[in-house]
């Protein structure tokens, strides 16, 4: 059985919003970028924990949960802007052919203010 994007979504913003609750909002106590990955680990290392020690798929995913609202609150607290861009190349009779991207990524993540090179808004 598999859970839709969406609830899963919805389950990271509840999570967000309890640990607003619990420990502040982001705006009220700021982390750096290492804090946050510090912050993650910490509750990753709480999932192994659950999984490990207790046996227990639902402790384990429970603290994954509240990993990925770390990992959120960290990307929300530091503005990154996504840059969506496709990469193409002219074929022989002059028009544009997206390229095979296979497994590569179609986005880029920057601070707000900058652009990755070669791409346009």
């Not at 709480?46 to 603290?63: N, P, Q, V």
């Amino acid at each position: 059985m598999t859970t839709s994007k969406e609830d899963v979504f919805k389950a990271i913003l509840e999570e967000r919003s309890y640990q607003d609750r619990k420990w502040g909002s982001i705006e009220k106590r700021p982390h750096t970028i290492a804090e946050w990955i510090l912050i993650a680990e910490a509750e990753l290392e709480e999932a192994k924990r659950a999984w490990t020690k207790d046996c227990s798929d639902i402790r384990a995913l429970e603290e994954l949960l509240q990993t990925a609202a770390v990992i959120f609150a960290a990307l929300e607290q530091h503005s990154i802007e996504v840059s969506y861009y496709h990469w193409w190349k002219e074929s022989p009779d002059k028009k544009l052919a997206a390229l095979s991207m296979g497994n590569a990524r179609h986005y880029g993540l920057n601070y707000p203010g900058t652009k990755m090179p070669g791409v346009s808004s």
